[in-house]
C-alpha cells in the first residue's frame, strides 16, 4: 500500500507552515517503521518542498503524486523527481473534467477529452481519447491514476499496455498551449498565510 501527504499543508493559518512538513513527514516514517504503511509519498509538492523535505527525511518519499497531462506536462517537476529518486504518479490524466463545476472553472478552459489534437491522435490509433491521454502519461514514466464509476470505462482504461503512440503523437500531444493547471490549489490560500498566493504555494519562481 502507499500512503500520502496530500498537500504540504495543515490547515493551520499563519506566517510558516505549523507544524512544519518535516514533522509530518517524521510522522509518516513512523507509519512505516510501525508496518503500518508499506510506503509513503507525497502529493502536490513543488521540487523545491520536496528537496527541503528530503534534507532532512530518514526515508526518500517513494512517490509524489501530481496533476499532470497534455494541457499540465510538468515536464520540469517530473525531470527534479527522476533526478533524486522519486517517482512521480500522474493525477487527473484526463483533465479533471468532473471538477469542473465544483472548481468553479471558467467556462473557457479547454477541456482535454474534447480537444482536437487528442481527437486527431485517437482517430489515427483507432481508441478513445481517454485511453490516449493514459497512454501518454505511461509513455512519459509515471504512473497514472484515471477515475471512473463507469464499468465500461474502468475496462477500457485498462486496455492500454498491448499498444504504443508513435513519436509522432507524443510530440504532438506534448506542444500544447496554453498550459494550465486544471486544480490550483487555491482553496488552500489565505492572506494570514503561509500561502498567500499561488506562486506560494507552487514555488512558481522556480526554473
Same mark, same amino acid.
Given at each position: 500500500?502507499?500512503?500520502?501527504?496530500?498537500?504540504?499543508?495543515?490547515?493551520?493559518?499563519?506566517?510558516?507552515?505549523?507544524?512544519?512538513?518535516?514533522?509530518?513527514?517524521?510522522?509518516?516514517?513512523?507509519?512505516?517503521?510501525?508496518?503500518?504503511?508499506?510506503?509513503?509519498?507525497?502529493?502536490?509538492?513543488?521540487?523545491?518542498? &520536496?528537496?527541503?523535505?528530503? @534534507?532532512? *527525511? =530518514? !526515508?526518500?518519499?517513494? %512517490?509524489?503524486?501530481?496533476? $499532470?497531462?497534455? +494541457?499540465? /506536462?510538468?515536464?520540469?517537476?517530473?525531470?527534479?523527481?527522476?533526478?533524486?529518486?522519486?517517482?512521480?504518479?500522474?493525477?487527473?490524466?484526463?483533465?479533471?473534467?468532473?471538477?469542473?463545476?465544483?472548481?468553479?472553472?471558467?467556462?473557457?478552459?479547454?477541456? &482535454?477529452?474534447?480537444?482536437? @489534437?487528442? *481527437? =486527431? !491522435?485517437?482517430?489515427? %490509433?483507432?481508441?478513445?481519447? $481517454?485511453?490516449? +491521454?493514459? /497512454?501518454?502519461?505511461?509513455?512519459?514514466?509515471?504512473?497514472?491514476?484515471?477515475?471512473?464509476?463507469?464499468?465500461?470505462?474502468?475496462?477500457?482504461?485498462?486496455?492500454?499496455?498491448?499498444?504504443?503512440?508513435?513519436?509522432?503523437?507524443?510530440?504532438?500531444?506534448?506542444?500544447?498551449?496554453?498550459?494550465?493547471?486544471?486544480?490550483?490549489?487555491?482553496?488552500?490560500?489565505?492572506?494570514?498565510?503561509?500561502?498567500?498566493?499561488?506562486?506560494?504555494?507552487?514555488?512558481?519562481?522556480?526554473?
Amino acid at each position: 500500500d502507499l500512503s500520502l501527504v496530500h498537500w504540504p499543508v495543515t490547515g493551520v493559518a499563519g506566517p510558516e507552515v505549523n507544524p512544519p512538513l518535516s514533522e509530518t513527514w517524521a510522522a509518516m516514517e513512523s507509519l512505516r517503521a510501525a508496518g503500518k504503511a508499506r510506503s509513503i509519498g507525497v502529493s502536490n509538492f513543488s521540487p523545491r518542498k &520536496l528537496k527541503a523535505l528530503i @534534507a532532512t *527525511a =530518514s !526515508v526518500t518519499p517513494a %512517490v509524489n503524486q501530481v496533476e $499532470a497531462h497534455p +494541457l499540465w /506536462r510538468q515536464d520540469a517537476l517530473i525531470a527534479a523527481c527522476k533526478s533524486i529518486g522519486v517517482h512521480v504518479t500522474a493525477y487527473s490524466p484526463l483533465g479533471s473534467p468532473d471538477s469542473a463545476q465544483m472548481l468553479r472553472r471558467d467556462a473557457s478552459t479547454p477541456g &482535454l477529452l474534447n480537444h482536437p @489534437a487528442v *481527437a =486527431s !491522435v485517437a482517430e489515427r %490509433v483507432g481508441k478513445s481519447p $481517454a485511453q490516449v +491521454l493514459i /497512454r501518454f502519461a505511461l509513455q512519459r514514466g509515471t504512473s497514472v491514476i484515471p477515475k471512473s464509476v463507469h464499468p465500461s470505462r474502468i475496462d477500457a482504461n485498462w486496455d492500454v499496455l498491448s499498444w504504443e503512440l508513435s513519436p509522432e503523437d507524443m510530440g504532438a500531444l506534448s506542444a500544447l498551449e496554453p498550459q494550465m493547471r486544471m486544480i490550483s490549489g487555491a482553496f488552500w490560500l489565505s492572506p494570514k498565510g503561509p500561502y498567500r498566493t499561488l506562486a506560494d504555494l507552487w514555488d512558481e519562481d522556480e526554473t
